[in-house]
Structure formats: structure tokens, C-alpha cells
């Protein structure tokens, strides 16, 4: 499966973006998701993540309550709703795949697909 992530920009604090996450090929309605993102100099962190059936979902703790990850399996989209944005959230987004089951979801080693990246800048 290929993923793009689109959607990231330039807004103030406290303000809101909405993240997609394209996917092609027919299998990712069966593949778990996630969300990631890299400042410079600093490590990948896990954001979100969303099991295949959209039944089950997981936030870091620094996201949660402002963040929201969905996933519409009939047109190949997993989104990540970014409200109350802060300048600690700007960063490159990732979202990633995986078709593998028993993995916990918040690392990125858990992942086998990946897309590019979007970056995502929130201004003081």
C-alpha cells in the first residue's frame, strides 16, 4: 500500500487543521494506522493510531482531548482532526500502515508503510 499525507500549513495557536492520509490499494480497509510526527533535532513520536475496523483508538497523552484520528476504509482516507494547536505541535505529520495484528500501534516499528510526510507549523 502507498500513503500521501496532505493537508498540513501555516496557522496561528489555538486554531485547528485537519490531516489526510491517502491510501492506495484495495487491502487498507484491513490495515491499522497511525500517526506520527518529527521536530527537528527530536525523535519520531508516536500522535494517534486507529485499528482497521475504527473500533479502537490510541493518543499520546500530549494529544489527547485536542486530537482525533478517523478512517473512512470505502474511500481509502484516515484522517487526523488537529484542534487547539499549540507551537509545541508544529512538526512533519507521517501517517503509516501496517496489515500486521498483535502489534501495540504506538511505535514506529509497528509500521511497514509510510507516507511522505506533511509539515505542519503552528505560530505564536
Known amino acids: 500500500v502507498q500513503l500521501q499525507a496532505y493537508g498540513g500549513g501555516l496557522v496561528q495557536a489555538g486554531g485547528s487543521l485537519r490531516l489526510s492520509c491517502a491510501a492506495s490499494?484495495?487491502?487498507?480497509?484491513?490495515?491499522?494506522m497511525g500517526w506520527f510526527r518529527q521536530s527537528p533535532g527530536k525523535e519520531r513520536e508516536f500522535v494517534a493510531a486507529?485499528?482497521?475496523?475504527?473500533?479502537?483508538?490510541y493518543y499520546a497523552d500530549s494529544v489527547k482531548g485536542r486530537f482525533t484520528i478517523s478512517r473512512d476504509n470505502a474511500k481509502n482516507r484516515g484522517y487526523l482532526q488537529m484542534n487547539s494547536l499549540n507551537p509545541e505541535d508544529t512538526a512533519v505529520y507521517y501517517c503509516?500502515?501496517?496489515?500486521?495484528?498483535?502489534?501495540?500501534?504506538?511505535?514506529?516499528?509497528?509500521?511497514?508503510?509510510w507516507g511522505q510526510g506533511t509539515l505542519v507549523t503552528v505560530s505564536s
Open positions: 503509516a500502515a501496517t496489515g500486521r495484528r498483535n502489534t501495540n500501534g504506538r511505535y514506529a516499528t509497528d509500521y511497514d508503510y
Open positions: 490499494g484495495r487491502t487498507f480497509s484491513t490495515y491499522d
Open positions: 486507529i485499528r482497521w475496523t475504527g473500533s479502537s483508538t
